[in-house]
């Protein structure tokens, strides 16, 4: 079974740093995707970023850019230029491309809190 | 695009009575997902639909849980009785297809249990 292990609970960072969010998973798989989702209190599950394990090159969306490293299995998300509304809950995801097991796996997540 | 739409979005209910919640997915997603998210942890998968077809059941709690997707659009998830433990937030999600696609979640449905 695949595991998402978020090691930082908490974090937190003045507005317009940059921020690191650490995430390491386990998995026997060679084919696999890996994604960030952020949660505010609204509860609203936002997709960040994904990322295809079969690709080299790190997923960026904006601020939002990634350091995939298969060899570690370590799949960091960061943050550049931090705004008050990056403040929310964000996990880390695995989900397995074989047909038939598409589920998503969550690590624990960390909370993000942008200081004004 | 109209997103994925869940209600009630908050429900109070006592220990062992029924509760209900609805899910309609975004239009034209085959996969529907719903999960269980408990305070200060990640979402865990609960059933997941293709269609009408609910293909992976294995974490649904079948002597409470149920849940049904009859046309392959809306799903309902109902609980009953409900216990203490069941307070959580029931997350719906849903994707085009299965395999690479990426899910896409509703907001949820805070359950209390009294």
């Known amino acids: 079974a695949q595991t998402v292990t978020q090691s930082q609970p908490e974090m937190s960072v003045q507005e317009a740093e940059t921020v690191t969010l650490s995430c390491t998973y386990d998995t026997s798989e060679n084919n696999y995707y890996l994604f960030w989702y952020k949660q505010p209190p609204s509860r609203q599950m936002i997709l960040v970023i994904r990322?295809?394990?079969?690709?080299?090159q790190n997923a960026t969306e904006n601020r939002f850019s990634v350091n995939f490293q298969k060899a570690a299995k370590s799949f960091s998300l960061k943050i550049s230029d931090s705004q008050l509304g990056d403040t929310a809950m964000y996990f880390c995801a695995f989900m397995n491309s074989n047909f038939g097991n598409e589920k998503l796996t969550f690590g624990t997540g960390t909370r993000l809190t942008i200081i004004p | 695009e109209a997103g994925v739409v869940q209600s009630p979005r908050y429900k109070i209910i006592e220990k062992k009575q029924p509760v209900a919640f609805w899910c309609n997915p975004i239009?034209?997603?085959?996969?529907l997902y719903w999960y269980l998210q408990n305070l200060g942890q990640g979402p865990e998968l609960l059933i997941r639909?293709?269609?009408?077809?609910?293909?992976?059941d294995s974490q649904l709690p079948k002597d409470r849980f149920s849940a049904e997707r009859l046309k392959g659009v809306d799903s309902t998830l109902k609980i009953q009785p409900a216990e203490l433990g069941d307070s959580a937030v029931y997350l719906c999600?849903?994707?085009?297809?299965?395999?690479?696609?990426?899910?896409?979640f509703g907001p949820g449905t805070r359950l209390t249990v009294l």
């Open positions: 639909y293709e269609n009408e077809e609910a293909v992976d």
């Open positions: 990322q295809e394990a079969y690709k080299q």
């Open positions: 239009s034209g997603h085959n996969t």
């Open positions: 999600a849903s994707s085009k297809r299965t395999g690479s696609d990426t899910q896409y």
